[in-house]
């Protein structure tokens, strides 16, 4: 089935063609984790007690558990109903003393690398025109916010440190090793490259872009028509949705929803909604929808890794690996960050971290945030979407292809979105993605339960035909 739209262009005009066009899911595609096994068992020994389904073993496998990592504890915010709508951004934004929040949850782009890059640089003009020359700004993360924030703020004639609690930079971009080959375990789309700030750094770092327009073939006969037909479906009710209405901000995208759905709509939903803002449409807020502006051109995957695009984003601003932020103390003077055994003084600070640590309360903020503040980070959904790598000696699918479809009979959307990864890195990979409440259920899940899932999905597309 030809999708043909950026994931979050498809979800604009399903409103009504309004001229804001522009994707989350995947995120923003953006979000993420480490890999590994769940059990004492090794790859390999998960790899041989996988059954013979009539398609050749993977070589290798990744996961991610963003969820349960505890430097993201989510893949990226997402909009939850409340009375404070699309402005709960703005609140969560809202300067506190000599304290900034900043980075996708606060962007007018939220869930991408580009709104959490452009959130960054906006924290660093605010420093800037309130600061004098010189002055010390810690900022704590060294994601894409934080780093770009860094470099603007060295730009801009100030001095910005930089503390992470990781041993790397990048945050939620990270790549993990898949058979010998990087490939992404969180962020991997550019969305929209028209006017991307990615664009430009990518092109600076030599990375080639290779658009991606969404196009799923789906290999069992009947499930493409069956999907079309849940998609129009979604957004007839999508396009139901009156945002000036009466109580339209506490609406969730549930309530448009038909009340009998059917397996087509069901994997339109995982796609559309749990795959696009890592949400259920029970838990996510109608108004949603319509969060942007989204810049057009289409979407790209990269030739290379994401974080190649980051090397000189922060310039030669001062980084802090290993340094986990447990303490912010603000007073009429400045700031001081604590760690450990160790602590940074500045004139002011721009805190850089995922919502989901934002809610878990993981930093102490002394003296205690402001209602407004606090509100906001209550307010903000804090999204899941997890991937997972298979490795093969040699494609058994079409490997021309950008991706393929599945529609689970007995749960419709499991396993149901694969990219092709062969057009991009060259090697026999796939990689399939499930969000949501699913991908909290599946992060539960053993390793060999997990990739038995996956095969699975696999054999019923491929299996009489490998």
Request: glycine share 14%; aromatic share 8%; proline share 6%.
């Amino acid at each position: 089935m030809d999708r043909g739209l950026s994931r979050r262009d498809f979800g604009k005009l399903a409103i009504g063609g309004m001229a804001m066009a522009g994707l989350a899911g995947m995120g923003g595609l953006a979000g993420c984790s480490s890999g590994g096994s769940s059990t004492s068992d090794s790859k390999q020994d998960v790899i041989d007690r996988l059954p013979d389904l009539g398609i050749p073993k993977p070589v290798d496998y990744l996961r991610t558990r963003w969820a349960e990592d505890p430097l993201a504890l989510c893949s990226y915010s997402y909009l939850a109903p409340t009375v404070y709508g699309t402005g709960i951004r703005r609140m969560l934004a809202e300067p506190v003393g000599r304290m900034v929040f900043a980075g996708e949850a606060t962007a007018n782009i939220p869930a991408t690398v580009h709104g959490a890059i452009q959130a960054g640089e906006s924290a660093a003009r605010l420093a800037s025109r309130q600061l004098p020359a010189g002055a010390r700004v810690i900022v704590v993360g060294a994601g894409a916010a934080g780093l770009s924030c860094a470099g603007a703020l060295a730009k801009a004639g100030l001095e910005p440190v930089v503390i992470e609690a990781s041993d790397r930079i990048g945050g939620r971009v990270r790549e993990g090793d898949l058979d010998g080959t990087p490939v992404e375990l969180g962020a991997s789309w550019i969305h929209g490259v028209n006017g991307n700030p990615l664009t430009d750094l990518a092109k600076e770092a030599g990375v080639g872009l290779k658009p991606f327009s969404y196009e799923s073939q789906f290999p069992v006969p009947g499930q493409g028509q069956m999907a079309a037909g849940g998609e129009r479906r979604f957004n007839r009710a999508i396009n139901s949705f009156a945002p000036y209405a009466p109580g339209a901000k506490l609406q969730t995208v549930d309530s448009l929803l038909p009340w009998r759905w059917g397996p087509g709509l069901e994997w339109a939903v995982q796609m559309e909604v749990q795959q696009e803002y890592g949400a259920d449409p029970g838990q996510l807020a109608a108004l949603a929808t319509w969060e942007g502006p989204w810049l057009g051109g289409g979407d790209a995957l990269l030739d290379g890794t994401y974080s190649e695009l980051f090397a000189g984003l922060a310039g030669d601003a001062e980084i802090r690996l290993g340094s986990p932020v447990e303490v912010i103390e603000r007073d009429s003077s400045g700031v001081t960050v604590k760690w450990s055994d160790d602590e940074v003084r500045g004139d002011a600070v721009v805190v850089t971290v995922p919502i989901g640590v934002l809610k878990a309360g993981t930093i102490e903020f002394r003296p205690a945030l402001p209602p407004g503040t606090r509100k906001a980070i209550e307010g903000l959904g804090a999204g899941l979407l997890d991937k997972v790598w298979l490795a093969f000696e040699e494609p058994f699918w079409d490997e021309e292809a950008e991706g393929f479809g599945w529609i689970d009979p007995a749960r419709p959307g499991r396993w149901g979105s694969w990219v092709n990864a062969v057009p991009v890195t060259g090697k026999p990979f796939l990689m399939t993605l499930t969000g949501g409440s699913e991908a909290r259920r599946l992060e539960r899940q053993d390793d060999y339960r997990l990739i038995s899932g996956t095969m699975s999905a696999l054999a019923s597309m491929f299996g009489q035909t490998a």
